[in-house]
């Protein structure tokens, strides 16, 4: 407060200054014309007396005149001068206008905060940062307001702010200039629109089917209502300001327009463009979108078409609309759904048990809106038990009200074989289980085996423990058998295919093979000549040959006579000997 009574005060210095210059120069002034008088009275009547009494009289009246006005010195002038600025400027502070008082000489006498805010500091008018000619209107207004009284200048622009202007001539001599300024709040319609779409009435357009957005000049989407969003991503609570809005949109050949995300086979729409600003060529607009309905005549005639179709059909198929209400019904559906004859339900959810009602109502909502696509859906009937049945639904456009297309069908047979799968890959996990026990106890049969063998060296043929140990040896080999029928059927061995000499695998079996036969029974092996190589598994190609002698003797005890040959010969084929023999199990192709 002191710095401001020191800035008014600095400004009237100057004025204080000449006062009291003025009044001494009234004094001498006075003065000289008092002796003057004098002189030329006593130049006309040289009387002293008169002179005398001429003198006391102007001297009376100088000393009343002093002593009758006010005792303030220039300085108090002054000072009270500046008391009443500061005090006016307290006042002016309150105001909601820029405020600020020039004298006739141009100089700034007072101004507001709010005046030193939105111009930068004390700057003098009509010598302020405005733009566009903003100075010459103002400078007009000051000469308008000297000359009437009051001058008035509108469009003062200052960055993105704009103000209007009031100058009033004031003071008790009309020696001062009052500046009024205030700023200019312009109805941008844009913003209203902005606000219009992303509230209520945008909501309102949203329930009657109208899809509306708003567009700036550069063609980005400041604001959408529900559906015009459910419509361009698939979900009414997307995000999609500050996104271009063509790329929401195409159009055919025949520029018949359609949402992008549902592709050609949806529902075309019909555009409205409402320009916000007329005066720009590409300025912000309203665009308000509904379905294109010019070929509901035809798409009713193909309803009817498709309907007539499918009433024709063994599947059960029902067609519904955006809502999810039934449009029609084939008899194979209503057969499957159990609907009883003569009752037509109102949506699909009505026939499904209560948990499975919001999904499915869901569901058909999700395929009417969005882009032609296709599903299933597993629910259980009302009429139907605890079996789930296949629900399909598939999005088709074109057809007038007819929205989703739906099947039903029984899910009996695939849960049976579902079932079975499941049985299967449970006993495949018994078998590896089998196989795995399989392997250790043909560990310890392969030691109980090995063991008989030792003590059958030990004991001749006529001893008492010989006929024990060898039935228990070929008990053992039968259990090895077993193991190894497990562990082939579990698919546990590990198969490491080399490269033999066939003559060499059957030279190493045949030793064992002898054992495995009986006294009366005799081995034959035969080896052709130039045997080609063969690739296999050892352990594999020696178990089938095993299983072969062991077959072949079990068929020979099973004659009664006791006795037999067994031959064992290996001799290369050829292709047309293979194809000779007529079986489907050999294999046909150039061997060597």
């Not at 009494?53 to 300085?75: H, I, N």
């Not at 949402?259 to 665009?287: C, N, S, W, Y």
């Not at 008990?475 to 490491?496: E, K, P, V």
Request: aromatic share 6%; net charge neutral.
């Amino acid at each position: 407060m002191a710095s401001e009574a020191k800035d008014s005060i600095g400004l009237l210095n100057p004025s204080t200054r000449q006062t009291t210059m003025d009044a001494r120069l009234r004094f001498g002034i006075l003065v000289v014309v008092v002796l003057a008088s004098v002189g030329l009275l006593y130049w006309q009547v040289p009387n002293t007396a008169l002179i005398l009494a001429f003198l006391a009289l102007t001297s009376s009246a100088a000393a009343m005149f002093y002593f009758v006005r006010p005792q303030t010195s220039p300085v108090d002038e002054g000072l009270a001068e500046s008391a009443d600025w500061v005090v006016t400027r307290l006042i002016a502070d309150q105001s909601d206008m820029g405020l600020a008082v020039t004298d006739r000489a141009g100089r700034l006498v007072c101004a507001n905060e709010l005046f030193t805010k939105w111009f930068n500091g004390p700057a003098v008018p009509p010598d302020l940062p405005l733009q566009s000619g903003g100075n010459e209107l103002l400078a007009t207004a000051g000469r308008n307001a000297w000359r009437d009284g009051r001058g008035y200048a509108e469009g003062l622009k200052r960055g993105v702010a704009e103000y209007a202007a009031k100058v009033l001539r004031t003071g008790q001599g009309d020696e001062y200039l009052m500046w009024q300024f205030k700023p200019e709040i312009r109805a941008d319609i844009l913003d209203d629109t902005v606000r219009m779409v992303g509230g209520a009435v945008g909501r309102a357009l949203s329930e009657a089917g109208v899809l509306a957005t708003v567009i700036g000049g550069e063609g980005r989407i400041r604001a959408s209502n529900p559906v015009f969003a459910l419509r361009a991503t698939g979900s009414s609570d997307a995000n999609i300001s500050g996104r271009n809005f063509i790329n929401f949109l195409r159009a055919d050949d025949k520029g018949t327009i359609f949402f992008e995300r549902e592709g050609r086979h949806g529902t075309p729409v019909r555009m409205f463009h409402v320009p916000l600003d007329r005066e720009q060529e590409k300025g912000p607009a309203l665009i308000l979108l509904i379905d294109d309905d010019g070929g509901m005549f035809e798409r009713g005639k193909a309803l009817e078409q498709v309907e007539s179709m499918l009433s024709l059909l063994p599947l059960g198929l029902a067609l519904t609309d955006r809502d999810g209400r039934f449009l029609f019904l084939n008899k194979a559906f209503t057969r499957t759904a159990g609907i009883p004859e003569g009752e037509k339900p109102l949506y699909p959810g009505d026939l499904m048990i209560r948990d499975d009602k919001s999904a499915v109502a869901d569901a058909v909502r999700r395929y009417a809106s969005g882009p032609p696509m296709s599903g299933d859906l597993a629910v259980r009937l009302r009429s139907g038990g605890d079996d789930p049945v296949a629900l399909g639904m598939a999005g088709v456009r074109g057809l007038g009200d007819a929205a989703v297309l739906l099947s039903i069908k029984d899910n009996s047979e695939e849960t049976k074989l579902k079932s079975q799968v499941a049985q299967a890959t449970k006993m495949q996990a018994v078998g590896q289980l089998a196989g795995g026990v399989a392997h250790d106890f043909n560990n310890i049969l392969t030691a109980i085996i090995g063991h008989c063998d030792l003590m059958l060296l030990r004991h001749a043929p006529g001893d008492s423990d010989y006929d024990d140990i060898q039935q228990v040896r070929n008990n053992s080999n039968r259990a090895a058998g077993l193991t190894r029928q497990l562990l082939a059927f579990s698919r546990q061995q590990t198969l490491r295919p080399q490269v033999l000499q066939l003559p060499d695998v059957v030279a190493d079996v045949s030793n064992l093979l002898k054992r495995l036969l009986d006294d009366n029974i005799e081995l034959e092996v035969k080896h052709g000549r130039n045997l080609g190589l063969v690739r296999a598994d050892p352990g594999q190609l020696e178990q089938v040959i095993i299983n072969l002698g062991v077959n072949a003797r079990d068929a020979i005890n099973a004659r009664g006579n006791g006795s037999g040959k067994i031959s064992v010969t290996t001799r290369m084929v050829s292709p047309s000997d293979v194809r000779a023999l007529k079986s489907e199990i050999l294999p046909v192709g150039d061997y060597t």
